[in-house]
């Protein structure tokens, strides 16, 4: 496969995932948490896709297109090890949905991020929240969910987090 079927197969895993979560949270009210502003294209699905939520994004900077560039008092910039730290004393437990997207194709080192925001994650997701990762991961509160239809195993990975949490 080119590196343009496979980069054109992971955007559409992304959306398709990002879509099917909108279904998956639809009766969890709670805010949304966007980790990797990037260009800010999955960010402004996410605007588009829910409307009514209020969506925080997490990057070391901005570099998005000026028309998917959120609002300054919904941003938290530097690295997310320390803006998770704050965001939590912020919001405490209300995050329905989080998008992560901080990966690079070095998996090893995405695989290690994601190992340090888990328990970041922890006091701020509510009960049935849903994480929506370009990285695969593992952690004794989420469990790992099936995608929507016609996505490749492994592409995009879907977890939830257990309602006892
Ligand atoms: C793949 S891009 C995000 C793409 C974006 N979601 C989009 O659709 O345009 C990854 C972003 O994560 C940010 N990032 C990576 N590691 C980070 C960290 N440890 N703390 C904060 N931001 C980080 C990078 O600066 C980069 O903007």
Redesign the pocket.
């Known amino acids: 496969m080119s590196k343009l079927e496979s980069f054109i197969r992971r955007m559409t895993a992304q959306r398709d995932c990002l879509n099917h979560t909108v279904e998956l949270i639809k009766d969890l009210p709670g805010i949304v948490f966007?980790?990797?502003?990037?260009?800010?294209?999955?960010?402004n699905h996410l605007c588009q896709i829910l409307p009514e939520r209020e969506i925080y994004v997490?990057?070391?900077?901005i570099?998005?297109f000026p028309s998917c560039t959120p609002p300054e008092d919904h941003l938290f910039i530097?690295?997310?090890?320390h803006?998770l730290l704050k965001a939590a004393k912020v919001f405490g437990k209300k995050v329905a949905m989080v998008h992560v997207?901080?990966?690079?194709s070095d998996t090893v080192s995405s695989k290690q991020?994601m190992s340090k925001i888990c328990p970041l994650l922890e006091p701020l997701v509510l009960p049935g929240a849903v994480i929506v990762s370009d990285t695969e991961f593992h952690g004794p509160v989420w469990e790992k969910i099936p995608g929507p239809m016609g996505i490749k195993k492994d592409r995009y990975f879907l977890y939830q987090t257990s309602s006892g949490l």
Do not use: K
């Open positions: 966007e980790l990797g502003l990037g260009n800010g294209r999955s960010y997490f990057d070391r900077r570099a998005s530097g690295e997310v090890t803006t997207d901080l990966g690079t991020m």
